[in-house]
């Protein structure tokens, strides 16, 4: 990015304290960059550390059973570990949650209406009245058909699909520069989750809203990213442009991904292929390379760490050189290592 960055993430380690006082581990040294009006996509399998990464990032980390080292500015200004009053005033104002489950997001006791207004009260001089239009504007801008009775509706008189734009338009109520949208569409069937995310590039084209979108979907990221973040194992294994990680993956796990997808064209196979193993936990992390005992790749020289490769705005994690990657688009696991041999 040629400007600064709206938030800047640097080297954030995220341990879960214990009794010695050694900590485990969850998420280490994690860096990225978001710029105005940029999407970024967190991508990794459950238990990568896309969530909580984020979770740290806006201070939602009980500090008696996390400690949080690095740096996290906002607008210039350092706000990793900051008093839980002076983060108020930025969470919902500046930097706004969707919520992977509306359903456990929202109070179930209070109709969603009032919910909102409630938010936009709490953090800006604006009367109940003047609340109420707003959050009824909001509700027909996120594409509820009616909203002056859907502001009245309790959570569970509303489908998930509108249960989803319900949080999506109190993200919005406090015009935020920056939404983070924690898997927004996991829950909904494909034609809301269609829905759900054409709003947010809506919105993000329109209002010039950064966002960072956490999830696991490889065609959301190719409809919705501008840059890309690959995570496993707590760890950033790649990042880049989102055509650049699609076109030309560095890393062994970015190319597994990518050769999940079922193809549009060509033969149908039997099989999709799928990366062998299961993730590692924190505090059993692997020696080296976190990814090493499931990469079809590995040498006696992953287990060291690995070394940083970088180009322009890409950087990848990995002992494999530059000269010897080729795209990666398909096949097994042997047939991916095949690919990256010369």
Known sequence: MTTPP??????????????DG???????????????GETVCVVGESGSGKTITLMGVLGLLNGAVFRLQGSVRFRGDE???RPQSALRRIRGREIALIPQDPTTALTPVRTVGSQIVEQMRSHGNISRDAARRRAIELLDEVGIVD????????????SGGMRQRVVIAAALSCNPSLIIADEPTTALDVTVQAQILDLL?????NLGLAIVLVTHDMGIVAEMADRVLIMYGGRVVERGARDEIFSDPWHPYTAGLLASIPPLDGARAERLPSIPGTPPQPGNWPSGCVFAPRCALRTSACMQPPPRHSAGG??????????????????TSRDIAVDFQT
């Open 6 to 19: 709206l938030l800047e993430v640097r080297d954030l380690t995220i341990s879960l304290r214990t009794p």
């Open 22 to 36: 050694q900590g485990i581990k969850v998420t280490e040294r994690v860096s990225f960059g978001v710029g105005e």
């Open 201 to 205: 590039g809506r919105l993000s084209r």
């Open 79 to 81: 706000i990793l570990n």
């Open 147 to 158: 909203p002056s009775g859907a502001f009245d509706c309790f959570p569970h008189q509303l």
């Open 314 to 331: 890409r950087e990848a994690y990995c002992v494999i050189e530059p000269r010897d990657r080729r795209p990666v688009r398909a096949g």
